[in-house]
């Protein structure tokens, strides 16, 4: 997964993110994503696992399998 830079993650769209408010769980790529939903199931700090499957499915829309 490619590391993103503080300025990289301050330009992405809020629609990149999961949680856009909070600007949690960036989804910009599909390797970020990927670890979105792998991180969800553990942090029950910003919501629950279920919203970041969603958000990823809509996102990529079948590219990346959701279990």
Do not use: C, E, W
Not at 11 to 21: E, G, H
Not at 44 to 63: F, H
Request: proline letters at 4%.
């Amino acid at each position: 997964m490619a590391r993103l830079t503080a300025a990289q993650r301050r330009a992405l769209p809020a629609s990149a993110f999961v949680y856009p408010a909070q600007r949690k769980y960036p989804i910009n790529d599909a390797s970020h994503a990927r670890n979105a939903l792998a991180r969800a199931a553990v942090a029950q700090n910003y919501g629950s696992a279920a919203t970041v499957k969603a958000a990823v499915k809509r996102r990529y829309k079948g590219k990346i399998k959701v279990q």
